[in-house]
């Protein structure tokens, strides 16, 4: 009901479509060009495939719009109400490795069913994690139904972290988070002026943050001395639906 995939050409090309691993549409298009796939995708395994880079975006019910990052040896993220995690590739494969920043993970990372729907704290509140594939895998996972406006946010690879993070929207708080060991983050005022300062940390080595818990404004300005991931929740009934 509702579901489609946007897919944008950045060059001439096509792309085919896989629903459970079965062809369902081949679509091609121009430099600059759109293309709209539409079906019944809830609870399917879905793999776009193309030869050139293209930008994909996924619609549920008209509601919700979200950014899909290409597969993946390793992603990150963090867990609001619901989640999942799937492994693509020919090797496939029915588990990925879980590591997260909590005490939990002091005796090392955990393994999670592909495929199983898992939860973490609402309103990207939790513990940011680290999920890697299987030998010779990819992976892809998201986050919606945030708790408080069905809001939802792709995991991403380490390739889209950022030194420098412009606050697009009025936020509620954000998270910060970074596979890098002593990373030192800073959020500015859009005039300039400082308004926090610190380290990311963790109780395990691989993955690290912190959290600023007070309301952003849009056009602060967060930077680090090393690339990061910034997640966080907006006030949704007034900014919009993207995370």
């Not at 019910?61 to 609001?80: K, N, R, V």
């Not at 596979?179 to 005039?191: E, G, L, P, R």
Request: charged content about 30%; aromatic content about 10%.
């Amino acid at each position: 009901k509702g579901h489609e995939y946007r897919v944008y050409f950045t060059k001439d090309g096509e792309f085919e479509l896989f629903v459970d691993g079965e062809s369902y549409a081949v679509k091609r298009g121009r430099e600059g060009e759109a293309a709209i796939v539409s079906g019944k995708f809830a609870k399917k395994k879905i793999t776009i495939k193309s030869q050139e880079n293209i930008v994909v975006g996924h619609v549920s019910d008209t509601l919700d719009y979200m950014q899909i990052p290409p597969a993946a040896e390793a992603i990150f993220g963090e867990c609001s109400t619901v989640c999942y995690v799937e492994v693509f590739g020919d090797e496939g494969g029915d588990s990925v490795t879980e590591l997260c920043t909590g005490s939990d993970y002091k005796g090392g990372s955990k393994t999670r069913t592909a495929g199983e729907k898992f939860t973490g704290k609402a309103q990207y509140r939790g513990e940011p994690c680290k999920w890697t594939a299987p030998d010779g895998a990819k992976i892809g996972g998201f986050s919606y139904a945030d708790g408080d406006g069905g809001d939802s946010t792709a995991f991403i690879p380490s390739d889209y972290f950022a030194k420098v993070t412009p606050v697009p929207v009025d936020m509620e708080h954000v998270q910060l988070l970074t596979d890098q060991a002593d990373t030192k983050c800073s959020i500015s005022k859009a005039d300039g002026s400082s308004l926090w300062s610190g380290t990311l940390k963790s109780q395990v080595d691989g993955i690290y943050q912190d959290e600023y818990k007070e309301k952003l404004t849009k056009g602060h300005v967060i930077k680090c001395d090393n690339p990061v991931a910034v997640y966080g929740d907006e006030k949704w009934n007034t900014a919009g639906d993207s995370e």
